[in-house]
């Protein structure tokens, strides 16, 4: 089952092109710019659509699913040498700073990706990691999970 995660402005107009439902995790929270934004807690793997925002923990952070760069996994009915990677960009923005973190993973068939770099350092010592990325009708969609650093 797939979620999507989005915004919704002051009208209630959605920001994104899809509806957002409750996620276990995540709580709406106000702030400036959207309206309305949907927090992800750490550790609770989260889906964003092409062009969705979520905050992450208090909200400070929020992260853009932005594109997906590359996809060259086997498709399901073929027979490939490799399985194939993944390359998805996301935005975060903290404190009026923004910067893009480049996740890349080596698909694997049961499982979360691996390899590469499917993990990438936010602001604030978080880390977002890649989980998995889908699809349909066009639409991206990846699956992403984000953890505190603990020092």
């Known amino acids: ?6 915004a919704c402005g002051d009208d ?7 509806t957002v439902p409750s996620q276990p995790g995540t709580t709406p929270v106000a702030t400036a710019v ?3 934004l949907w927090v992800a807690a750490p550790g609770v793997p989260f889906v964003i659509e092409v062009g969705g925002i979520v905050g992450l923990g208090s ?4 992260v853009r699913f932005v594109e997906v760069v590359e996809d060259s996994r086997c498709p399901e009915d073929e ?3 490799w399985e194939g990677a993944v390359t998805v960009a996301v935005e ?3 404190s009026g700073t923004t910067g893009t973190a480049v996740l ?4 694997f068939p049961e499982g979360p990706y691996f390899g590469d770099s499917p993990q990438a350092g936010l602001p604030g010592g978080a880390t977002i990691t890649l989980l998995g990325l889908d699809g349909a009708d066009g639409v991206s969609f990846v699956t992403v999970v984000w953890d505190e650093t603990t020092t």
């Open 92 to 94: 975060w923005e903290r």
């Open 79 to 81: 027979t490939c040498v």
């Open 104 to 107: 890349r993973g080596i698909s």
């Open 59 to 62: 909200g400070a952070t929020t």
């Open 1 to 6: 089952m797939a979620l999507v995660v989005g």
């Open 12 to 18: 209630g107009s959605a920001s994104t092109s899809s």
């Open 34 to 36: 959207p309206a309305s």
